[in-house]
């Protein structure tokens, strides 16, 4: 063996105990024990090393290295392992508090997490028989209803089987009194179509459909009604009318400097007391969620104004300034954003170039959309929108006027999309004038619908299709030029209308309680 090649071979270091005797002999000499270290190969050596492989060397003797060795062993131990130990110290005690800490927080955590699962999983369970129980509800209908027609099947079945045996074998007599009895039985009570869908909607509650219809898609139910109250005011015209509480509602016209907060007693066909708010032209106003602030847009000043409705007489404050535009009609939505009709002109003759469509604005009074435009074609959407509301799937269903005695309905999606479009139940002549003023909608997001000339309200489902007319001239409750309407969620219905009293000119708030 070489000196380069042993010389490489013991150089590797490798920290050994006092206790281990094997290392504490020369590894190329059996029984040899070191005696000196060479100085220029830094290894510990034997009296035969000496002599050959590290003959010529320097060597110093181990009794004068210990000294040496032991100074160095002090200095790194103070510099480099005690140094370590605290830095690794620290380090544990920081880990054992992250565990520490980590455990508690899931001690607490893991009540809570198991809370709200119980929670949550009561909910499924209290919708689950919720839905199942409306659906079995509307199973039942649709199974009353089947049978009831199946009875009358059957009726008219008899009819004519005794009409062909009449006709077949019977006398002059027999003939002349089923022809009486007939003509007596379906002549005289033969409904035309719309007359004919409004008695089945009155008494089925149920309309007809082509497709399937339940609790989980359209629910096309017509409520039967119940006058709970009229109250005179003294409005010539009702722009607007919303409901704050089951006994209290808010009404305007907008030719009038005055608006009205109408109390009504829980007891029936009791007088109301009013409370004269004077705020100048409101044309529309809405309270926000959590009924404390009433908004109210003033049409001649370009303003939509916040009040306090603890301090309702005071002067409010700018909730928007629309700048050129007028504001008309007003909704707060589901989320607390504000949808307001806007329009450059106060006025149904517009031009190709006024601007008008649906402002978007947020909570803080920040404008965030106008939705003027169809998307594909670039056309304005409305002619002249006056008045909305937000359906509960969250659509807007607009009234847009075409002229004083002509109206329809514009359904826009959240991000300003046309979605239908309303104008006149299927068996009404296109001649004949809708004059649809103001909208609201029910709990099932069934649409109503004042036309004001024809004396009556539309009933539509939420996706546009056409249930039925209610609150007819020739119906148990009527009203006379319905204008401003609102369904509160009590089931009431509010309607702003002509006062029946022949004498003035005054209008009347009705209160017609909504039984499903």
């Not at 808010?250 to 705020?279: C, D, E, F, M």
């Not at 649906?358 to 920040?366: A, M, P, V």
């Not at 009556?456 to 401003?484: N, T, W, Y």
Request: charged share 25%; net charge negative; with cysteine.
């Amino acid at each position: 063996m070489s000196h380069e090649q042993t010389s490489d071979f013991v150089g590797d270091i490798q920290l050994l105990t006092a206790d281990d005797e094997e290392h504490e002999k020369c590894q190329f000499h059996t029984g040899q024990s070191f005696t000196a270290s060479c100085s220029q190969c830094d290894q510990l050596v034997c009296l035969k090393c000496i002599v050959s492989t590290h003959k010529g060397h320097t060597f110093e003797d181990l009794g004068d290295l210990i000294e040496v060795s032991n100074k160095m062993i002090v200095k790194i131990k103070a510099e480099n392992i005690e140094k370590r130990m605290a830095v690794l110290m620290k380090e544990s005690e920081s880990a054992e508090k992250g565990v520490k800490k980590i455990q508690e927080l899931n001690n607490l955590t893991e009540p809570e997490i198991q809370g709200e699962y119980l929670s949550c999983m009561e909910r499924i369970d209290k919708d689950r028989d919720q839905l199942i129980m409306t659906l079995e509800a509307d199973l039942k209908r649709a199974e009353e209803r089947q049978k009831k027609v199946l009875e009358k099947l059957s009726g008219v079945r008899k009819d004519l089987q005794t009409t062909e045996n009449v006709q077949k074998d019977g006398n002059t007599v027999q003939i002349i009194q089923l022809c009486r009895k007939l003509q007596s039985k379906y002549e005289e009570n033969v409904q035309g179509p719309l007359e004919e869908n409004k008695v089945i909607a009155r008494k089925s509650k149920f309309l007809a459909h082509d497709k399937h219809s339940n609790v989980l898609g359209e629910c096309p139910i017509v409520p039967e009604f119940e006058l709970y109250g009229v109250y005179q005011i003294s409005l010539a015209t009702i722009s607007t009318l919303k409901n704050l509480l089951e006994d209290e509602t808010w009404v305007a016209g907008v030719q009038s400097p005055l608006t009205l907060r109408l109390h009504v007693p829980h007891s029936k066909n009791k007088s109301a007391i009013k409370y004269k708010v004077n705020k100048g032209f409101v044309y529309s106003l809405a309270f926000t969620k959590e009924n404390t602030v009433v908004l109210m847009t003033f049409v001649s000043i370009h303003e939509i104004r916040a009040y306090d409705l603890q301090h309702v007489d005071d002067k409010g404050v700018v909730f928007v300034d629309t700048r050129k535009l007028f504001p008309l009609g007003l909704e707060v939505s589901q989320n607390g954003d504000v949808y307001a009709c806007a329009s450059e002109r106060y006025s149904k003759d517009m031009s190709a170039n006024t601007e008008r469509g649906i402002l978007r604005i947020s909570k803080t009074g920040q404008v965030l959309n106008f939705f003027q435009f169809e998307e594909v074609v670039g056309n304005f959407i409305f002619h002249y929108p006056s008045c909305l509301t937000e359906n509960i799937d969250g659509s807007l269903c607009v009234i847009d006027r075409h002229s004083h005695f002509s109206g329809r309905v514009v359904a826009l999606n959240t991000f300003g999309k046309k979605i239908f479009t309303y104008e006149r139940p299927p068996s009404v002549s296109a001649k004949e004038e809708m004059d649809l003023k103001y909208i609201t909608r029910d709990k099932f997001g069934n649409l109503l619908i004042s036309d004001c000339i024809n004396n009556r309200v539309h009933l539509i489902s939420k996706s546009g299709m056409f249930i039925s007319l209610i609150l007819c001239p020739d119906e148990e409750i009527s009203v006379q030029r319905p204008e401003a309407l609102h369904v509160d969620k009590f089931d009431n219905l509010w309607i702003g209308c002509r006062s029946q009293n022949p004498n003035t000119l005054t209008c009347q708030v009705m209160k017609i309680r909504m039984n499903y």
